[in-house]
């Protein structure tokens, strides 16, 4: 058996910044399988059951087969389409970090992450995170969570199956 050196342990702020995008990008997903329910008129704590094993980008791409059958509402559709495709970046750079090989960087508060992705042109690289890289994915989570709660209240989404009133209606 191989002898390993124990692994460096990562800067605390690094990873306590880590620990909150993971802890948003939760409430994140669940606004997006709230969304799903009420286009599907389904009972929210059903779907969050259905919804627990299926990834977000494929309950995103749900969504948007469902609204293209709304044609009738294309400029509301485009607005939630915008802010879904907002949600496909974040969970791109969310996932680099999440699943991304850690080590602690040269400098204090970075570490060094490598990343694999075959969907780009440079399939492993290796990137310099700052505590301001993950402040910043942390505050773009926060903000479209804001985002979608507005946008929400506005379309009337989400809303248990019979009711016309969004559950964020005041």
């Not at 058996?1 to 605390?12: C, G, I, K, Q, R």
């Not at 485009?78 to 791109?92: G, S, T």
Request: aromatic share 6%.
């Amino acid at each position: 058996m191989p002898n390993l050196a124990p692994a460096e342990p990562l800067d605390f702020e690094l990873a306590s910044r880590l620990g909150r995008i993971v802890v948003r990008w939760a409430s994140l997903e669940y606004w997006i399988s709230l969304l799903l329910s009420t286009l599907l008129k389904a009972d929210h704590g059903g779907m969050i059951v259905v919804t627990n094993s299926v990834a977000v980008s494929v309950q995103s791409k749900w969504i948007r087969i469902l609204l293209a059958g709304h044609a009738h509402e294309g400029e509301q559709n485009k607005r939630v389409v915008q802010l879904l495709d907002r949600a496909d970046d974040l969970r791109a750079e969310r996932n680099e970090l999440v699943h991304g090989i850690w080590e602690p960087g040269h400098e204090a508060h970075t570490a060094q992450v490598q990343t694999a992705n075959l969907d780009r042109a440079e399939i492993i690289r290796t990137r310099l995170v700052t505590i301001r890289d993950l402040d910043e994915l942390l505050d773009e989570i926060n903000e479209w969570i804001s985002d979608y709660i507005e946008l929400g209240r506005e379309l009337g989404f989400p809303r248990r199956p019979g009711e016309a009133q969004s559950i964020l209606a005041d």
